[in-house]
């Protein structure tokens, strides 16, 4: 089942620089999560978009949603070296708000 | 604010052994949830609960039990413990249909 799964990639940029991350899903989500985990963490949520908006801003952080093409992305200007973390999408299934699906994550090391 | 307070937070057993793993939360959370994170991979669901005494299967439930003894606890239990399931186990808990989650820092299962 594939939900809300980018593909595993680590990236490795200079502090300061703008980065963007990608998720793809393969069906119908009424929302998409991004969540941010940092080592020895759970995961915390930063941005949540709905199927009804096109992009979202919070502070560094704009996700965008296309829901024609069942992708989304989350963009990070200005990074920090605090920002180094696991980013994972999540998307909901069509059975229940209560059951979401995570990407792999995309792996993202700031170098000061 | 509130805390989801996972036990014990490194758990080391034996090949066949059964091993259970609790989570508490304070947010006073209808549903709760485990996930497991493998290396490399999303998080996958393994149970999740609406309510207390309630529990749903997710998608990797086979070979663990799950109990919701009440509103504030969740415990999973591993029935026979694999090697091959060496991984991260981490509980979350969510609100409403807003679907956000609210995550523990996670339990590391080895297996001898």
């Known amino acids: 089942s594939q939900w809300g799964e980018e593909n595993l990639q680590a990236l490795s940029i200079q502090e300061g620089e703008d980065v963007t991350m990608n998720c793809s899903y393969k069906?119908?989500?009424?929302?998409v999560q991004w969540y941010r985990q940092k080592s020895g963490k759970g995961p915390a949520l930063i941005i949540l978009i709905r199927s009804n908006e096109r992009e979202k801003r919070s502070g560094r952080l704009r996700a965008t949603l296309d829901t024609s093409s069942q992708s989304s992305s989350l963009s990070i200007t200005g990074t920090l070296a605090t920002d180094t973390a696991v980013y994972f999408c999540?998307?909901?299934?069509?059975?229940?708000?209560?059951?979401?699906?995570f990407g792999k994550g995309t792996s993202l090391t700031v170098i000061p | 604010g509130g805390i989801i307070t996972q036990t014990p937070k490194f758990l080391i057993g034996q090949e066949g052994q059964k091993l259970t793993l609790k989570c508490q939360q304070n947010?006073?959370?209808?549903?709760m949830y485990w996930y497991r994170q493998d290396s490399g991979k999303g998080l996958r669901l393994i149970y999740y609960?609406?309510?207390?005494?309630?529990?749903q299967k997710g998608d990797l439930s086979e070979g663990y039990d799950a109990s919701r003894e009440k509103k504030s606890s969740f415990s999973l239990t591993v029935t026979s413990a694999q090697k091959n399931e060496m991984a991260v186990f981490l509980c979350?808990?969510?609100?409403?249909?807003?679907?956000?989650?609210?995550f523990g820092e996670g339990s590391k299962l080895t297996v001898l």
């Open positions: 999540a998307t909901d299934s069509n059975t229940g708000y209560q059951n979401f699906y």
């Open positions: 947010f006073n959370h209808d549903t």
């Open positions: 069906t119908y989500t009424t929302v």
């Open positions: 609960s609406i309510t207390e005494n309630d529990l």
């Open positions: 979350a808990s969510s609100m409403d249909n807003t679907g956000q989650l609210y």
